[in-house]
């Protein structure tokens, strides 16, 4: 893309979050909080608001780009909701997302602003931790699709009318609802034949369909070229073509470049992609407890099956899933207790073999259905998750 400098990688993983939990620090945040701009308002009635971290302050992202994200970049997400269509009484998920290439002040600002919000709604939200490309379900389930754009606030991203309009190569993979949009390096060597993949050029969108490619890549890329046309007040020409019999002199392999050392023709098949999950983990619970000395002790407490009569309202649990990771706050635990929880399943899981897992902390009292599904002695009535709550049974 044109006028933007190459990101570096940052490796956010290693963003240090040892300063959330002393007491000093929740009281400046609520001070903090009410002085806010960005958080006037918030929360107040049903809907989906949208932040982007730029330069350490919280600014409001457009409606119309809601689930859109540059990769780098740190986003807020606040979901405001009624639990109970029958009561007015709100509820609140708020999530912070990390761009691959966000760095490490927009991560941490990222952070610390989350639970200023949450803060700001009474410490009543429940707060999540998000990753490019490993975002939740729950996270998903807030926009009709996820679209990863290169670039972000740094690089000197601007908006560029489609006459001037750099073109862009958009990757479509997975399948059902959970078909993933990425803008990816516009050389021959990205494509491969098990996905789909659309050539924006501004005024003329061409999708290009691997031979290996499944109806659901394709449904949604059809879906994204009909919205962009919209967009753009009717005017881009829609084309689609199919991987095989496509002659090298077409427009959409003549606007890709193969690369110095990349092939002329696609890969023949789809990459495996990062997964991060473990299929046939077993969770485990792990205890946080504050022994004399203020020194905090992170024990593990059980494996595999397990009730609810594990968690002790004194203390803090983290419990690891291999799909979702829960910081659950009992209401009787220390103030250093409660401001280490966050911190230790962060530091836990990035050394793990899956650091990208969505982190979710919760507080004692309000029910948590993935959470609770995750027990021996919960409800499963109602319950139609594939994983009973993003926990594998073994």
Request: proline share 4%; glycine share 8%.
């Amino acid at each position: 893309m044109a006028g933007l400098r190459k990101h570096k990688k940052y490796n956010w993983k290693e963003t240090n979050l040892s300063f959330f939990g002393s007491d000093l620090e929740k009281e400046i945040k609520k001070a903090s909080a009410q002085g806010e701009d960005a958080w006037k308002g918030a929360g107040q009635k049903e809907g989906l608001k949208v932040w982007r971290i730029v330069k350490f302050k919280v600014t409001h992202w457009p409606k119309a780009d809601y689930g859109k994200f540059y990769d780098g970049d740190s986003y807020i997400i606040l979901n405001t909701y009624r639990k109970d269509p029958s009561s007015p009484a709100l509820s609140w998920d708020v999530h912070f997302w990390i761009g691959k290439y966000s760095t490490q002040d927009e991560y941490g600002t990222a952070a610390y602003k989350t639970v200023e919000l949450d803060h700001f709604l009474n410490d009543a939200a429940v707060q999540h931790r998000e990753v490019q490309s490993h975002e939740s379900q729950l996270f998903k389930s807030y926009f009709k699709r996820i679209i990863l754009w290169k670039g972000g606030a740094e690089s000197g991203f601007n908006h560029v009318e489609p006459e001037k309009y750099e073109p862009k190569l958009l990757h479509f993979k997975g399948r059902r609802d959970n078909v993933m949009v990425e803008e990816v390096t516009l050389r021959r060597k990205y494509l491969n034949s098990g996905d789909v993949f659309i050539l924006d050029l501004g005024l003329h969108l061409i999708q290009w369909n691997g031979k290996e490619s499944n109806k659901d890549e394709r449904s949604k890329a059809a879906e994204y070229m009909i919205s962009v046309k919209s967009d753009r007040s009717g005017r881009p020409k829609l084309e689609t073509v199919d991987e095989d019999g496509l002659e090298e002199s077409h427009t959409f392999y003549q606007m890709i470049p193969p690369g110095l050392f990349g092939s002329k023709k696609p890969r023949r098949a789809a990459e495996g992609g990062d997964d991060d999950t473990v299929k046939t983990f077993t969770k485990v619970l792990y205890r946080v407890h504050e022994k004399k000395g203020h020194d905090i002790s992170f024990k593990e407490v059980a494996r595999g099956r397990m009730s609810t009569g594990f968690l002790d309202p004194t203390d803090v649990f983290i419990l690891e899933t291999g799909f979702h990771v829960y910081v659950w706050i009992g209401k009787e635990a220390t103030s250093h207790e409660k401001g280490s929880g966050l911190t230790l399943a962060h530091e836990h899981v990035k050394h793990s073999k899956h650091p990208f897992l969505p982190i979710t902390r919760i507080s004692q009292g309000p029910h948590n259905a993935q959470f609770e599904a995750c027990f021996e002695d919960h409800d499963p009535i109602g319950s139609k998750s594939e994983h009973e709550g993003d926990c594998v049974i073994l």
